[in-house]
C-alpha cells in the first residue's frame, strides 16, 4: 500500500484506504516519466513506432497524516535543480519507451476502455557518448498533479521535480552483448518514475531494466495521445466497505499486474519483439523487483509465469499470498523497513510468506526506514527539504542499502556470482539487520 505524508500547510488529511491497510508512515514522494527517446513506441499485435512527446508519471492515491515540514514558496533553501544520485555501474545508460496495447485482455479497472494498455520504461547499459539529451524525469503537468494531491502546493514544486536530472541518454546505442532483464513494478498509486533511479543503477551494472505504469493505478497516468487516465483501481479500494473487501480488491491488483509482466515478456522477448534493441536482453535470465504492491507484483508474476527467475519485494504486504507451492525453488528477498517488517510485527503476511518460499530466501529490515525508502523519494525530498521524523535514515544511506542489496541478489540469482553481502551483517550497512537467516 502506498502513502504518502502531507506537509504542515497541508494539514493531515488521510484516506481510509491508507489508514486501514498502510502499517507505515512515509515521506513525501516523487514521480518520473517514462519517456527514452523523447520517443514512444507504440505496439501492439504490429509494432509500430510514432514520435511522441515524453509520457507520463502519476500522482498516488492514498494520502497519511502530516508529519513533514517544508519550505515556504520562494525560500532561498529550495535548490535550482534537483537530480537523482548517478549510478555507479560501468555502463553509461540508455533509455526507450514503449506503449504497449494487450488485444487479448480488457482493463480490468475500466471495461468500457477496452484493451489494456501498459507504458514501459526500458534502462540498458549504453556505449559512452552515444545518445542525445539526458532523459527527462517526468512531465510537468503530472508533477504538479502528484504534489497537490500530496499537499505540496509551493508553485515552483512541479517544475522542479518534472526536470530532475537523470543519468540516462535518449537515444543511446546498446552497449555490446546480451544482458538479463529486470522487471520493475512501481508501488499502488505510484508512477513508475518513482522507481528511475534503482533502474538506471542496475542498467550501469549490465541489465535490461523495463519498469511498467499499469494504468487506472496510478491518480494521473498521461497517455501519448496527451489522455489522462485516474486512478479507478483506487476509487475501487475506498468504495470498499472494510478492509477484507479492500484486501480482496489490491490482491486483485497484484494478480492482474502479473498478468500485465507476462505480457511485457511476450513482447519483449517473443518472436516479434516490441522493442527496437530487444537482441539485447537475454531472455534465459530474467527478474523482478516492486516496491509496495509492486513487490507483491513480483510473487504473483513468478507464480503465474517460470520465465521469471527471481523476485524482490521492498516493503510490499503480500495481499495476494505466496502460492502455498512455493516458488517452485526459485529465490527471493524480502526487504522492508524496521521493526513494521520485523518477523512477528504488524505485517503478518511476511511471516506467512517466508514459511512458504522454498528457495534461496533473505529477510532483511532496514533501521530508520521508512515505506519509501526504497524508491527515489528520499533524495528528491532531501533536495526541496522535506523531512519525515519516523523515518530518519538519510537518502544516501537509503540509495546505497537498497541499491547494494538489490544487485547483489540478482547478481546471485541471475548471474551465478559471489555475493557474500547476502551472508550476514556487515560494517558497511550496519543499519540492515538479517531476520530468520
Same mark, same amino acid.
Given at each position: ?7 504542515? /500547510? ?28 523523447? /520517443? ?66 480488457? !482493463? ?69 552483448? /546480451? ?102 536482453? !537475454? ?63 504488524? !505485517? ?90
Amino acid at each position: 500500500m502506498t502513502i504518502f505524508l502531507r506537509n504542515r /500547510r497541508a494539514g493531515a488529511a488521510a484516506t481510509a484506504t491508507a489508514l486501514a491497510l498502510a502499517s507505515l508512515a512515509a515521506l513525501a514522494g516523487t514521480a518520473t516519466p517514462a519517456s527514452a527517446s523523447g /520517443r514512444v513506441t507504440t505496439a501492439g499485435p504490429a509494432t509500430t513506432a510514432t514520435a511522441l512527446a515524453p509520457e507520463p508519471a502519476a500522482a498516488p492515491k492514498p494520502a497519511s497524516p502530516a508529519a513533514s515540514a517544508s519550505p515556504a514558496p520562494g525560500d532561498p533553501a529550495v535548490p535550482s535543480a534537483l537530480t537523482l544520485p548517478r549510478p555507479t555501474g560501468p555502463y553509461a545508460t540508455g533509455r526507450d519507451t514503449l506503449f504497449l496495447t494487450d488485444h487479448e485482455r480488457t !482493463d480490468p479497472w475500466v471495461p468500457a476502455a477496452g484493451a489494456r494498455r501498459l507504458l514501459v520504461s526500458l534502462h540498458y547499459p549504453a556505449r559512452p557518448g552515444s545518445g542525445g539529451d539526458p532523459a527527462p524525469y517526468m512531465p510537468e503537468a503530472e508533477a504538479r498533479l502528484m504534489l497537490a494531491q500530496r499537499g505540496l502546493d509551493d508553485p515552483e514544486w512541479p517544475g522542479l521535480v518534472a526536470a530532475t536530472g537523470t543519468s540516462s541518454r535518449t537515444d543511446a546505442r546498446p552497449a555490446p552483448g /546480451r544482458f538479463p532483464l529486470v522487471l520493475l513494478s512501481p508501488g499502488f498509486g505510484t508512477p513508475r518514475a518513482t522507481l528511475t533511479g534503482l533502474a538506471e543503477e542496475l542498467a550501469s551494472r549490465g541489465y535490461v531494466v523495463a519498469t511498467a505504469d499499469h494504468p487506472y493505478e496510478s491518480t494521473g497516468t498521461e497517455l501519448p495521445d496527451g489522455r489522462v487516465l485516474t486512478c479507478a483501481a483506487c476509487d475501487e479500494v475506498d468504495a470498499q466497505p472494510d478492509e477484507a473487501g479492500r484486501r480482496k480488491v489490491l490482491a486483485a491488483v497484484s494478480a492482474g499486474r502479473a498478468a500485465d509482466f507476462s505480457f511485457l515478456l511476450d513482447r519483449l522477448t517473443g518472436p516479434r519483439p516490441a522493442w527496437r534493441h530487444a537482441r539485447t536482453i !537475454d531472455a534465459r535470465r530474467v527478474g523482478m523487483a516492486g516496491h509496495s504492491i509492486g513487490g507483491n507484483a513480483a510473487a504473483s508474476t513468478m507464480a503465474a509465469d517460470r520465465r521469471v527467475d527471481a523476485g524482490v519485494t521492498m516493503d510490499g504486504t503480500f495481499f495476494d499470498p505466496v502460492a502455498a507451492r512455493g516458488l517452485d525453488g526459485r529465490p527471493f528477498l524480502m526487504l522492508g523497513t524496521d521493526p513494521g517488517h520485523a518477523p512477528g510485527a504488524g !505485517d503478518t503476511s511476511w511471516d506467512e510468506g517466508w514459511a512458504r518460499l522454498d528457495g534461496f530466501k533473505r529477510w532483511l529490515t532496514v533501521r530508520d526506514s521508512g515505506h519509501f525508502t526504497f524508491t527515489d523519494t528520499p533524495a528528491i525530498g532531501e533536495q526541496l527539504g522535506i523531512a519525515d521524523p519516523d523515518a530518519p535514515l538519510s537518502a544516501a544511506r537509503s540509495t546505497a542499502i537498497t541499491r547494494a542489496y538489490v544487485t547483489a541478489f540478482f547478481d546471485r540469482s541471475l548471474r551465478g556470482r559471489p555475493a557474500r553481502l547476502l551472508d550476514g551483517p556487515t560494517p558497511a550497512h550496519p543499519e540492515v539487520l538479517f531476520q530468520r537467516p
